[in-house]
């Protein structure tokens, strides 16, 4: 898929097994010119023919649906989109009761989450950031959902999440760890005294390095490490 150009609507499709969501959603977004709403589905399963029909550059995802719920379906799209170019993100919709599933979601790919009582003003933001290769990762209530969540297998992560950093550069665990606070690339490029290219180019060495897919993912594996602002490389 062709990236995201400064004069091109950013193409979003809504997927909520809600009629009312969906069309609210919708609605709201239709006032913001710089987006473009190109489909809607209401099922997980509606997905593939959805993002064939449609070619968005972002989908708003529900968690809980019916048939395909959001979790796989976000898999599915981000197995794609490593396929496609990178495109299209997921924002995952949801409810804060629904932390769990939230969670699931950002390990799979998905770019950010947003619930459904957010701002439209933070809903349009958070698709523009998106669509620009940023993420919409809230670092206070991202805390409470990964806190929220009882893992029995919390210390493997944390030992398989510490060997993967110790593989970083001293530079790209700097970065790791500036993404794990949710900074933004010219916020690390302010604290770490580098130009924005730079950023970019140590975050696609880090993914390709750790495997992962966005930066999200990345955040995760530095909370699952036990790593803040002040930290260093595990083993370091």
């Not at 995201?4 to 950013?10: L, R």
């Not at 209530?141 to 893992?151: E, F, G, K, P």
């Not at 510490?162 to 593989?167: F, H, I, M, Q, T």
């Amino acid at each position: 898929m062709a990236a995201v150009t400064p004069d091109a609507p950013v193409r979003v499709l809504i997927v909520d097994d809600d009629p009312l969501v969906r069309s609210a959603l919708a609605m709201m977004l239709a006032g913001a010119p710089e987006l473009r709403v190109v489909g809607e589905a209401a099922d997980g399963a509606e997905v593939p023919a959805a993002l064939d029909a449609h070619r968005p550059d972002v989908v708003l995802m529900d968690i809980r649906m019916p048939r395909v719920d959001g979790l796989e379906a976000t898999r599915a799209v981000r197995e794609r989109a490593a396929r496609d170019g990178g495109r299209p993100q997921v924002i995952v919709l949801t409810t804060f009761d629904a932390d769990d599933h939230v969670l699931g979601a950002l390990r799979a790919g998905a770019a950010g989450f947003l619930l459904k009582d957010t701002p439209p003003a933070e809903i349009v933001r958070a698709i523009r950031l998106v669509a620009a290769g940023e993420a919409m990762l809230s670092p206070g209530v991202t805390r409470r959902l990964i806190d929220h969540v009882a893992d029995a297998g919390a210390q493997d992560r944390r030992a398989r999440a510490a060997g993967a950093l110790a593989e970083l550069t001293e530079r790209e665990l700097e970065v790791a760890v500036a993404l794990g606070r949710g900074a933004a690339n010219a916020e690390i490029a302010a604290e770490l005294h580098m130009s924005v290219a730079t950023v970019k180019a140590h975050v696609s060495r880090l993914l390709q390095k750790l495997g992962l897919t966005n930066r999200v993912q990345v955040a995760l594996l530095v909370h699952d490490a036990g790593l803040d602002a002040a930290s260093s490389a595990p083993g370091r």
